[in-house]
């Protein structure tokens, strides 16, 4: 599997943006998401989707200000990013598994980063 992150730039406080991760290779039974990293923290998981159904999952810290989908024909996964906060400053990172996923060990794939940056 190999993932492609691309969308990210700089916004005020309150704004919005979208991420976009295009998926190639046997991504059919994977789980796809987003982590994101800021400076000088850990890697945190931010959402995730079941490539090939309907579930979804977020971070407490991104739920009701994000939402995560899928364009199955362009085997392209979004980040919307909507209310975006100054703590959402961070690289963020599209990921895959075979398995679900919370935390970085479960992860199979990366892709590279892409840089949100929201100031106040």
């Known amino acids: 599997v190999q993932l492609q992150a691309s969308g990210g730039g700089s916004v005020q406080a309150g704004g919005s943006l979208r991420l976009s991760c295009a998926a190639s290779?046997?991504?059919?039974?994977?789980?796809i998401g987003w982590f994101r990293q800021a400076p000088g923290k850990e890697r945190e998981f931010v959402a995730s989707?079941?490539?090939?159904?309907?579930?979804?999952d977020y971070a407490d810290s991104v739920k009701g200000r994000f939402t995560i989908s899928r364009d199955n024909a362009k085997n392209t996964v979004y980040l919307q990013m909507n209310s975006l906060k100054p703590e959402d400053t961070a690289l963020y990172y599209c990921?895959?598994?075979?398995?679900?996923?919370?935390?970085?060990?479960?992860?199979?794939?990366w892709g590279q980063g892409t840089q949100v940056t929201v100031s106040s």
């Open positions: 990921a895959a598994s075979p398995r679900y996923f919370t935390t970085t060990p479960e992860v199979d794939y």
């Open positions: 989707l079941i490539w090939s159904g309907i579930s979804t």
């Open positions: 290779g046997r991504i059919f039974r994977n789980v």
